[in-house]
């Protein structure tokens, strides 16, 4: 079974410019999380889809992050403008059911 | 609101020595709870869970966590700890509705000396 894909796997950027990161979870996972990670701390959940509807986005800076998953599927998130704070990895998740997450690797975030 | 407490930012055990590192939670009715791990450079890997059933879970690496009701506690144990256990774990709480929305605690960085 694949596991949870993600690219780029690091990206690195200017303040103010934009960066876009992208998800492909288990197939037939129908529950797909976006979870920022800074260094040092647990991940912090920025969004959540069931299919391709929101369970969840409470988190998300919605003035400058988006997220997608058309077709209930892959899934991106995209970050317009980005801000020094948001240097961090971002961690994609899916599962059955709420069951027992599977991470990707992570894309590591440096903005300057 | 559900929310899930590590009160330990790191713990320091020698090998071969057991090993425990703590969580607690806070949500309304009966939890799932799980345990994950990080080791450097990594993503989180699933450790173990408790759904219902035996207070003792038993997961991946010989690691295993006790889930206490009455003080609320699912704390995560293993008989003899190894150098290569050293890494960074998670407590996560998840409640029964059906938005599987997750918590997730702080983080234990676990250093096993050799």
């Known amino acids: 079974e694949a596991g949870v894909a993600q690219s780029p796997r690091y990206k690195i950027i200017e303040k103010r410019q934009s960066v876009a990161f992208w998800c492909n979870p288990i197939?037939?996972?129908?529950?797909l999380y976006w979870y920022q990670q800074i260094l040092g701390q647990g991940p912090k959940l920025l969004i959540q889809?069931?299919?391709?509807?929101?369970?969840?986005d409470s988190q998300l800076p919605k003035d400058r992050f988006s997220a997608e998953r058309l077709k209930g599927v892959d899934s991106t998130l995209k970050i317009q403008p980005a801000k020094l704070e948001d240097s961090a990895v971002y961690l994609c998740?899916?599962?059955?059911?709420?069951?027992?997450?599977?991470f990707g690797p992570g894309t590591r975030l440096t903005v300057l | 609101a559900q929310s899930v407490a590590q009160p330990e930012d790191q713990v320091n055990v020698a090998e071969g020595n057991p090993l425990t590192v703590k969580c607690t939670y806070s949500?309304?009715?009966?939890?799932?709870l799980f345990w994950y791990v990080q080791y450097p450079n990594r993503g989180l890997q699933f450790l173990l869970k408790?759904?219902?059933?035996?207070?003792l879970v038993k997961g991946s690496y010989g690691f295993e966590a006790e889930f206490n009701k009455s003080q609320t506690s699912f704390h995560l144990k293993k008989p003899s700890a190894l150098v290569s256990d050293s890494a960074l774990y998670f407590c996560?709480?998840?409640?029964?509705?059906?938005?599987?929305?997750?918590?997730f605690g702080t983080g234990t960085r676990l250093k096993v000396l050799a």
């Open positions: 889809f069931q299919n391709n509807g929101v369970v969840d």
């Open positions: 996560a709480v998840r409640d029964r509705g059906g938005t599987y929305k997750y918590i």
């Open positions: 197939s037939g996972h129908a529950t």
């Open positions: 949500v309304s009715g009966n939890p799932y």
């Open positions: 408790y759904i219902t059933g035996d207070n």
């Open positions: 998740a899916s599962s059955q059911r709420g069951d027992e997450q599977f």
